[in-house]
């Protein structure tokens, strides 16, 4: 006989932030993350939260994505994919709800283009 043991299970926002940056970046046509300047969570979230802003209330979690596209994408199209692609992961391995996935075009990458 198996007894189920009642417990918790705590995810810190570092796992959420690279949840979200994985799955944003897997989706063809985003090229990078840009940095999200100032607030005093910058000094604290160096690095891995670049382009990722999360915030949890009960079992939701809100996310705000700034990214880079690549040139000659759909805009609408390439956006919808990242909101869909990071509620799937963030539901799919830690349970959680997604509130929204705001998405935050910062710019498009002509560099490799112009050389």
């Known amino acids: 006989m198996i007894e189920n043991m009642q417990g918790k299970t705590t995810v810190s926002p570092e796992v959420l932030t690279t949840i979200a940056r994985l799955s944003a970046l897997s989706v063809p046509g985003v090229s990078r993350l840009a940095p999200v ?8 979230k160096r690095g891995a939260g670049d382009g990722v802003r999360i915030e949890t209330e009960e079992n939701t979690v809100f996310i705000n994505l ?3 596209l690549l040139p000659d994408v759909n805009i609408r199209e390439v956006s919808r994919n990242v909101q869909q692609n990071v509620t799937r992961a963030i539901h799919e391995m830690v349970g959680m709800d997604v509130g929204h996935v705001n998405i935050h075009i910062e710019d498009i990458d002509y560099a490799d283009s112009e050389a």
């Open 66 to 68: 700034h990214i880079i």
């Open 37 to 44: 300047s100032g607030g005093v969570n910058r000094f604290f």
